[in-house]
């Protein structure tokens, strides 16, 4: 069984639907104490940060993951989700994140981009695989996901499994051992974001 977790952020229906799609069991969780009782863990999200982070905290969800993902078992964030991954964020100030991978969150810079863009990044776009993952089973070298985000992540390449180009190259997919992270939507991708959510239920 998958835990999708439930801290009020996020299109968590589209989520819990394209496991449903794909033949597994997810249901949402808000009790940290039940976190561990599961096989997986998604953490989705859309939103601010900070407001994220908050929410996460305030009933020591926070404190749940992270211990979760010390167990070794397969634990994904996607969108905002994924950037909570990260030590901390520049969204409004300076913010700690969970901590489980490496690296920060940081605006879209418009002044290094190659010719001009608007912020957020919306659409689709490719990324481009810069690791072998079992994460990436049966998909192509690059392929193409649906983004929404104006901040992105900055991570030393070792993390880095897939990178995307708006305006630069950014880290666009991550995994450090059993932690897994998506800056696209998987659940609003169709077939290619259907194979990663079907690879993650495998892992």
């Not at 489980?100 to 010719?115: A, M, N, Q, S, Y």
């Not at 689709?124 to 072998?132: P, S, T």
């Not at 079992?134 to 998909?139: C, H, K, N, Q, S």
Request: glycine share 10%; charged share 25%.
């Amino acid at each position: 069984m998958i835990a999708v977790v439930d801290y009020k952020m996020g299109n968590l229906g589209s989520v819990i639907n394209a496991f449903k799609k794909v033949g597994a069991k997810a249901e949402l969780v808000s009790d940290p104490e039940k976190l561990a009782r599961y096989s997986r863990v998604q953490l989705p999200g859309v939103g601010a940060f900070p407001d994220a982070m908050e929410h996460l905290r305030s009933n020591g969800m926070d404190e749940a993951i992270r211990e979760f993902a010390k167990s070794g078992k397969p634990l994904m964030g996607t969108c905002l989700g994924m950037q909570l991954l990260f030590e901390e964020s520049e969204e409004f100030g300076r913010h700690e994140g969970l901590g489980l991978i490496p690296g920060k969150v940081v605006r879209f810079d418009e002044t290094k981009f190659d010719h001009p863009h608007k912020v957020p990044h919306m659409g689709w776009n490719e990324l481009f695989v810069q690791k072998d993952s079992p994460i990436f089973e049966g998909l192509p070298t690059e392929f193409y996901l649906y983004f929404v985000h104006s901040y992105h992540a900055v991570c030393d390449d070792q993390y880095a499994i897939g990178k995307t180009h708006y305006g630069y190259d950014f880290v666009s997919a991550v995994q450090r051992e059993n932690v897994y992270g998506f800056q696209p939507h998987p659940e609003k991708s169709h077939d290619n974001g259907l194979k990663i959510v079907e690879n993650f239920t495998k892992l």
